[in-house]
């Protein structure tokens, strides 16, 4: 027996499978032998960050609240007392937050600008007017070579406002515009 569950993931509808592993094996194999090409886990990633969906442990953890992260539509405010609820009912009672997801746009490692630098997931977003102005939480690369990435920015950084992404380490730099 096969569960199936319509889903949202990667930016486009589909489904879930579910079911014991033997029986899901089958159902790839079938699949397989049809042609159904999978998806290589690099490009699930950049989808994921192309279509802006937060992951556990990367953008979903307990540094942020749900709203930051864009999931306002997760909270359920009628079902009584939950921890954590104070702080969550005072930001939905005043909107404001003081972080934002966003998407960024990265140049293409071979950009020489950039000096072969790569950046990667804590490292920070500067900008000049605000020199502690985010962190990025996951980095990809498109087949083209160019980068994306989610952040967790300060809400002052707008929409294609370009911004500085700093390494942690502080051993490179490179420029990122965030995205629509």
């Known amino acids: 027996m096969l569960w199936l569950a319509r889903a949202r993931q990667l930016g486009v509808d589909g489904y879930w ?5 033997a029986v899901v094996g089958e159902l790839v194999d079938a699949l397989d032998k049809h042609g159904v090409r999978r998806l290589s886990a690099q490009i ?5 960050i192309v279509a ?6 990367r953008e979903i953890t307990g540094d942020y609240f749900p709203m930051e992260v ?12 939950f921890l954590g609820q104070e702080p969550i009912v005072r930001i939905r009672d005043r909107g404001h937050v003081n972080w934002r997801l966003v998407r960024l746009e990265l ?6 600008a950039q000096g072969g ?19 990025l939480t996951s980095v990809a690369r498109l087949a083209d070579g ?5 952040a967790l920015a300060h809400v002052s950084i707008v929409a294609g406002q370009q911004v500085r992404v700093q390494a942690a380490d502080g051993d490179g730099t490179a420029l990122a515009t965030v995205a629509p």
């Not at 499978?17 to 592993?21: A, F, K, R, Y």
């Open 44 to 48: 699930a990633e950049a989808s994921r």
């Open 17 to 21: 499978i579910g079911g014991p592993s």
């Open 146 to 150: 160019r980068g994306v990435a989610l």
């Open 52 to 57: 802006g969906e937060p992951a556990w442990g």
């Open 70 to 81: 864009g999931l306002d539509d997760a909270i359920d405010y009628t079902k009584g007392c």
């Open 117 to 135: 630098y790569a950046p990667a997931p804590g490292d920070r977003l500067e900008t000049d007017a605000k020199p502690k102005a985010g962190r």
């Open 107 to 112: 140049p293409a490692l071979t950009d020489s």
